[in-house]
Nanobody, 125 residues
């Protein structure tokens, strides 16, 4: 079992940047595919970004491609999401997620086994 805790969310003006962090505990994440998924009020969860075990392979939703960067540091047992050029439509709760023994990246958010509590990102226009 792995526990995931997100941090780094907040209020930012459009065009600004935020860096989200996901700290894992209970297990090392070296054999977990990791991802970020977001959910706005009243909407379904939406895949944002995913990364394979080593970090060599990544995948992004078209809406964030070129603006967001997912990375991982297995030695620190952490995953990050660098968010640049933020837009109001990026406003959502952002969740860190993991799937064990699957190299990844994983695009389907329903394929993840473990989830953090989420961190709120609000982008003002």
């Amino acid at each position: 079992q792995v526990q995931l805790v997100e941090s780094g969310g907040g209020l930012v003006q459009a065009g600004g940047s935020l860096r989200l962090s996901c700290a894992a505990s209970g297990r090392t994440i070296s054999r977990y595919a990791m991802g970020w998924i977001r959910q706005a009020p009243g909407k379904e969860r939406e895949f944002v970004a995913a990364i394979s075990w080593s970090g060599a392979n990544t995948d992004y939703a078209d809406s964030v491609k070129g603006r967001f960067t997912i990375s991982r540091d297995n030695a620190k047992n952490a995953v990050y999401l660098q968010m640049n050029s933020l837009k109001p439509e990026d406003t959502a709760v952002y969740y860190c997620a993991a799937r064990y023994s699957d190299y990844g990246p994983i695009r389907g958010n329903n394929e993840y086994d473990y989830w953090g509590q989420g961190t709120q990102v609000t982008v003002s226009s």
